[in-house]
């Protein structure tokens, strides 16, 4: 794939040092991280190795990534691991998709309290989900979650919602039986919405009681139990944005579905088109008009479009992914040992696995499961554990010292005898 005319990492090295000083003492330690690991990203400040034909001497230097979560060119090949992580996970059913989406003046706190606000928004959510889905004059089944956070929309203003990916039905409760929905119609959306609203005004009002949130600006009298309080009154009566759509045509279009939304970032290269002493400007959406009029280009000074851009930077340790339900970590089992196998078939299951462990830490070893020259003889491959670690490899240009010990095979712990794991 050819590389993009115009990047975001261009318009941070040609401007992001003007914008730091101009707004020094107003941007977050992790904002700053994510600046600095873009502008470097695939350059030489981050080292990086030299490929050369032994044939025609053709040299080609690849420079290192910067493995950012926001980087724009470093989620191709963390969505795809991603994926074929999930695809062992995919049901034989129909999916559907929901989203929830916080009213606007929830989101003008959330930027204050991201950490807090965007954990809320996943529980109540789920909660929500799970306990429609649970309730016999529903669906009565248990269902399994995942759920993708987003918080911008189209022109990267804050839009925080969350996107959920869910099986057209799920387990009894006596786990004997698959319980499956209408094939058009999953849940009832407005009983969603009023559960959805109804446990989140309730968390939030919690929070603020056990001082986790912090408000600045013109939001600081809202630190006051009675301002809030009238704050959140006429969000009890709003309607929340809650829909559902059009359920998927199967597990491969699933995948595909996930592959454009689960690594996604503020904006891609591909609708930047511009950036010169006008501003930068670049592709968006339209939501709210049908049809091909909702394509249009906009453009914003350069300032502006790197505060919108950072403005979407997670703090530390907030998972974008998440999983709940069946698909959450502590009720998830290998799939061979799954009582339930017969109901819950993996579209690709994993052959001779043996360890009652997380699927979606299973990995089948290849290239990374033996370390040596080419003319090695190939190992046999191996289901690794959960407690396996893949072998990270600093590739620089050896040294002469570094190219006599690179003749013999590299010691792994990979290739040692795990005993929750067997080889095929």
């Not at 998972?319 to 799954?338: K, S, V």
């Amino acid at each position: 794939m050819s590389r993009p005319a115009l990047e975001v990492a261009d318009i941070f090295r040609d401007h992001g040092a003007t914008w730091r000083r101009a707004n020094a003492g107003h941007v977050s330690l992790d904002q700053l991280k994510v600046m600095s690991a873009i502008e470097r990203c695939r350059t030489v400040a981050l080292g990086g190795h030299v490929a050369r034909c032994e044939d025609c001497a053709h040299t080609v230097i690849a420079y290192n990534s910067c493995r950012n979560r926001h980087c724009p060119k470093c989620q191709g090949a963390a969505a795809k691991q991603w994926l074929a992580e999930r695809e062992t996970e995919l049901l034989p059913v129909g999916y559907f998709h929901l989203v929830f989406t916080l009213p606007g003046p929830i989101a003008n706190i959330a930027y204050q309290n991201k950490a807090v606000i965007y954990d809320l928004l996943f529980k109540a959510a789920a909660e929500a989900t799970l306990a429609i889905a649970a309730d016999p004059k529903h669906l009565g089944a248990r269902i399994g979650i995942t759920a993708v956070l987003h918080t911008w929309g189209s022109a990267m203003t804050h839009h925080p919602h969350v996107h959920m990916i869910v099986p057209g039905g799920g387990l009894s409760e006596d786990g004997e039986h698959w319980i499956a929905c209408r094939p058009t119609f999953f849940l009832p959306v407005r009983v969603l919405s009023r559960l959805f609203r109804r446990l989140f005004l309730q968390s939030l009002a919690a929070a603020h009681k056990a001082n986790r949130l912090v408000f600045l600006g013109d939001h600081a009298a809202l630190a006051e139990t009675l301002a809030f309080t009238a704050f959140l009154a006429p969000l009890r009566k709003a309607e929340w944005v809650v829909y559902a759509k059009q359920p998927f045509g199967g597990p491969q279009a699933v995948l595909a579905y996930l592959s454009r939304y689960t690594h996604r970032v503020a904006i891609s290269n591909r609708r930047l088109i511009s950036a010169d002493e006008a501003g930068v400007t670049f592709k968006w959406k339209d939501y709210r008009i049908e049809g091909p009029g909702r394509y249009k280009t906009m453009t914003l000074p350069t300032h502006e479009f790197i505060r919108r851009f950072l403005m979407h930077v997670l703090p530390k340790g907030v998972h974008r992914i998440r999983h709940y339900g069946l698909f959450a970590n502590g009720t998830h089992t290998c799939p061979a040992d799954n009582p339930d196998r017969h109901l819950m078939r993996p579209s690709l299951p994993i052959d001779n696995c043996s360890a009652p462990c997380h699927p979606r830490r299973l990995s089948a070893g290849s290239a990374r499961a033996r370390v040596g020259p080419p003319e090695l003889p190939a190992r046999s491959p191996q289901i690794l554990s959960c407690n396996a670690r893949p072998l990270r490899l600093l590739l620089h240009a050896p040294s002469l010292s570094q190219a006599k010990r690179l003749r013999r095979p590299l010691r792994s712990n990979l290739l040692k005898h795990h005993p929750a794991a067997k080889s095929p």
